[in-house]
């Protein structure tokens, strides 16, 4: 079967500490990849997507990096993070063909404090 | 460029009303359109959706048809339940305008039904 895992659930990290959170896909291959998030009181917002390992566009400036080590492998980082950093972070994978649409992860709650 | 303009919350209802969350959008070419739903301490589960033009997209009696001419697409359900309440989320992909599909999302609206 299809699914997308998401870790960890809930993170709180003082500010200028790293990042790195980890999304992965089962049951495809090369798919395209998002990263989006949700801050307090604002919409979802896209910040990095990629096709294929390696391929990493990112939509928003920020004070994040994102990666793709292997196919189904995608990594939100940032080497030190910001009051600001704090929200929701979701992660995406767009299932194309008939069944078109997106599979989102259980997201991740960052506190940065 | 690309957005989605949806109605702002709070909505509070009580429990059988009728529910509507407004959602237009501006985009070039032909967009697929989305609603999901972010249940309390979850992530986002896809509701509905319609591809093209005069589709209905329908869910758990939840409603949306795709108008091109009003560029709308409207969340709607005959009797909300207490279980409904939830963020709502409008969305667009515009799959095939050379962006790779990326979903485009409205602010959300957060909707609140009492018993």
């Known amino acids: 079967s299809q699914t997308i895992h998401q870790w960890p659930a809930t993170l709180v990290q003082p500010v200028g500490s790293p990042l790195s959170l980890e999304c992965t896909v089962e049951?495809?291959?090369?798919?395209?990849l998002y990263w989006y998030r949700q801050a307090a009181g604002r919409g979802l917002q896209l910040l990095f997507y990629?096709?294929?390992?390696?391929?990493i566009s990112s939509e928003v400036p920020q004070n994040l990096s994102a990666s793709r080590p292997q196919d189904r492998q995608f990594i939100l980082s940032s080497k030190k993070l910001l009051l600001s950093d704090s929200g929701f972070y979701l992660c995406?994978?767009?299932?194309?063909?008939?069944?078109?649409?997106?599979?989102f992860g259980s997201g991740t709650r960052l506190t940065v404090v | 460029g690309n957005s989605v303009t949806q109605m702002e919350g709070p909505v509070t209802l009580s429990e059988e009303a009728f529910l509507t969350i407004n959602c237009t959008y501006t985009?070039?070419?032909?967009?697929?359109l989305f609603w999901y739903v972010q249940y309390p301490g979850e992530g986002l589960q896809l509701l509905l959706k319609?591809?093209?033009?005069?589709d209905k997209g329908s869910n758990k009696g939840f409603e949306a048809t795709y108008r091109k001419e009003t560029t709308s697409f409207h969340l709607e359900k005959g009797s909300v339940q207490v279980s409904d309440s939830a963020v709502y989320f409008c969305?667009?992909?515009?799959?095939?305008?050379?962006?790779?599909?990326?979903?485009?999302f409205g602010k959300g609206t957060k909707l609140s039904v009492k018993p």
């Open positions: 985009a070039t070419g032909y967009p697929s």
């Open positions: 319609a591809t093209k033009a005069d």
């Open positions: 969305a667009l992909s515009d799959l095939g305008g050379g962006s790779q599909g990326n979903l485009i």
């Open positions: 049951g495809t291959s090369n798919p395209n």
């Open positions: 990629s096709v294929g390992i390696g391929q």
């Open positions: 995406a994978w767009e299932r194309l063909g008939e069944d078109y649409g997106y599979t």
